[in-house]
């Protein structure tokens, strides 16, 4: 069980950098215990105003949020200076709180675009047993 958790992330990592594949087909189910932390990660680029946002916040006594990050990737140019518009990624670390089903989805947007559709959309649906 230890190997497995601690692989979680980067399974899920994997997944959901891949991208439109992982996107287009049918949504993924994740098996997770009971208290058990795993996280999800997503490349993006927060210079360009989009960012990840919870599409509806899963059922709390199932998944938890626990926190969202934004990690810049650690591109320098040859002066050593950070370079402009740089992408990076964003971890989402949720909690398994109790037995069920809820699903993750997240949108891909510029939260001031109101009447946009997203530029794109993961979701992942989480069975905690």
Known sequence: MQLTQKFIPLILALMLWAGPAWAAGPVQTLVVEQGQVFQV???????????????????????????????????????????????GHEVWTFQA????????SLLYLQPWEKDKKPAKTRSLEVEVR
């Open 41 to 87: 990660t997503l490349a993006a680029n927060h210079t360009t105003g989009y960012k990840w946002m919870l599409a509806k916040t899963p059922d709390a006594k199932v998944v938890k949020l626990v926190t969202n990050n934004y990690v810049p990737d650690k591109a320098e140019g040859p002066d050593g200076k950070r370079r402009m518009g740089v992408g």
């Open 97 to 104: 709180m109790g037995q069920g089903r809820a699903l993750i």
